[in-house]
């Protein structure tokens, strides 16, 4: 089956792709392109999924570069694509041939690229890492290799949309604590309940952290079950476990 490439013209004329779930080699609760290497899917077929992305990208299997996400603001700068990486939820570099990936199944992935300059990026950014500054992170990251900001053209990945992720006073609470100016990502949901507005947050951070252009792909992880994996919508559907959808870019 062919695999499902969302691209985005801000990111051309580089090789990126925000995959879908379609083409891939796992099944039951993973079917498609799960990439998610700390799910329990089989071993073998996570491999097969990510040497069939990495073959869409033009690169080898092990240039296919990801980290061991935990939701921080962590950057690391990627040299050798065989050195240890660690933990961290948002890679750049300056070197050709080396493919960043993001996993994500709700959160934010979002590719960055300064062409002229020939340095991109890929952050994981969820609510907590948005928060915490992974996006300024990873901008910051990318001037040191020699970007310039106004270039760089920052795109957001399928997510969670706001009509789908609604939330508790708790979580309003810690936004509005870091900036009153945060409640106008909430919108009001039945009782205490709330909708946050993931994307719009994190196109807000962008263009904060000056960013030339930020956009959002406009696709719901959560509301398309066919195309997509979505960790609140397993939650829903009392599901042990979910597929993780791979985004990545590549000099």
Known sequence: MTLDIITAEPLAP?????????????????????CGGGSSDQREA???????????????????????????????TVT??????GKADAMVTDRPGIALSVLA???????????????????????????????EATVAAME????????IAAVIGPTISQRAYEVGPEFVERFLDADPDHSRFFSGGEGDRAHFD?????????????????????HCTYSDPERFFSYRRSVHA?????GRLISAIRL
């Open 14 to 34: 580089l090789r990126h792709g925000f995959f879908g779930r379609a083409g891939g080699a796992s099944s039951g609760v993973f079917a498609g392109l799960n």
């Open 46 to 76: 996570v491999l097969i999924n990510r040497a069939r992305v990495a073959e869409a990208l033009d690169v080898a299997p092990e240039a296919l570069i990801g980290v061991h996400q935990t939701h921080s603001a962590d950057v690391v």
């Open 80 to 85: 050798d694509p065989a050195a240890p990486r």
């Open 105 to 135: 199944a709700d959160c934010e992935p979002v590719l960055f690229a300064d062409a002229e300059a020939g340095v991109i990026g890929a952050a994981h950014a969820g609510w907590r890492g948005a928060l915490d500054g992974v996006l």
């Open 144 to 151: 040191r290799l020699g970007a310039r900001p106004e270039r």
């Open 198 to 218: 993931l994307p719009g947050f994190g196109l807000h951070r962008l263009r904060e952290a000056g960013v030339g252009r930020a956009t959002w792909t406009r």
């Open 238 to 242: 009392q599901e042990a476990d979910y």
